[in-house]
């Protein structure tokens, strides 16, 4: 049994849509002239509303509120974001032999909304999201603390720059996946683990690393921050 944690937007909930509109009516209630694009995404050295905020050349007085609208958006909306095709059926397989948990800079009432709505109530144990105290790296460790306290596998599963550093910096594994918000490019720069490009292509890592328990680059694991092939 191995500890799988995933970030929610771009790495689970197809939100790519939903951010650049609901940044871009933020900024226009705000009265800030930036218009967003998926670059101020890609370009983020950090993945948060606040610092989303600060791409859109939010003033410093303003992020909170910017903040607070974007997941107001998020929570208003009539219907949840979809999920990437194929990655239901990778969850729910996972969840089957595997800890799972979701650490997010988003809502923890969004992320439920988003499980109910593609019947994954069942298979998340835990949500550390913008609405729990702690930075993402204290999350992870918090995670692993709960739930892997034996010395079982961690990995962190998420779609940004950030992601891959705050799991090195939890001193967990990295999965960078290729379909979210930032492209293969900036990932790579991050250095993760392993980049993989499909949901069964995330699927068949995990299982290569979790069949390694506690020797993660076995002889059977590609190199480190190669893509999954």
Same mark, same amino acid.
């Given at each position: 049994m191995a500890l799988i944690l995933f970030d929610f937007d771009g790495a689970l909930a197809?939100?790519?849509?939903?951010?650049?509109?609901?940044?871009? +009516? /933020?900024c226009d209630e705000l009265g800030v002239k930036h218009t967003a694009t998926h670059d101020d995404l890609n370009s983020l050295e950090v993945?948060?509303?606040?610092?989303?905020?600060?791409?859109?050349?939010?003033?410093?007085?303003l992020l909170s509120e910017f903040v607070r609208r974007c997941l107001e958006k998020f929570g208003e909306k009539k219907s949840p974001p979809g999920i990437f095709a194929g990655l239901g059926e990778v969850i729910r397989e996972l969840s089957t032999n595997h800890v799972l948990g979701i650490v997010?800079? *988003?809502?923890?009432?969004?992320?439920?909304?988003?499980?109910? =709505?593609? #019947?994954?109530d069942d298979c998340i144990r835990a949500i550390y999201g913008v609405d729990s105290p702690g930075s993402k790296v204290e999350k992870i460790s918090? /995670?692993? *603390?709960?739930?892997?306290?034996?010395?079982? /596998?961690?990995?962190m599963v998420g779609d940004s720059a950030s992601d891959i550093?705050?799991?090195r910096e939890a001193g967990v594994k990295?999965?960078?996946? #290729?379909?979210?918000?930032?492209?293969?490019?900036?990932?790579?720069r991050a250095r993760p683990d392993i980049?993989?490009?499909?949901?069964?292509?995330?699927?068949?890592?995990?299982?290569?690393?979790? =069949?390694?328990? *506690?020797?993660?680059? #076995?002889?059977?694991?590609? +190199?480190? *921050?190669?893509?999954?092939?």
């Open positions: 197809d939100t790519l849509g939903d951010l650049l509109q609901f940044g871009q +009516e /933020a993945m948060s509303f606040a610092t989303y905020g600060t791409q859109l050349e939010v003033p410093d007085e997010t800079g *988003n809502s923890s009432d969004n992320v439920k909304a988003f499980l109910s =709505a593609h #019947g994954l918090l /995670a692993q *603390n709960q739930f892997a306290a034996g010395g079982e /596998a961690v990995c550093r705050a799991a990295s999965i960078a996946v #290729g379909w979210g918000h930032q492209s293969a490019e900036t990932l790579l980049l993989t490009h499909s949901p069964s292509e995330l699927r068949e890592a995990i299982l290569k690393l979790t =069949a390694k328990s *506690n020797d993660w680059l #076995g002889k059977d694991l590609p +190199e480190r *921050n190669e893509s999954w092939t």
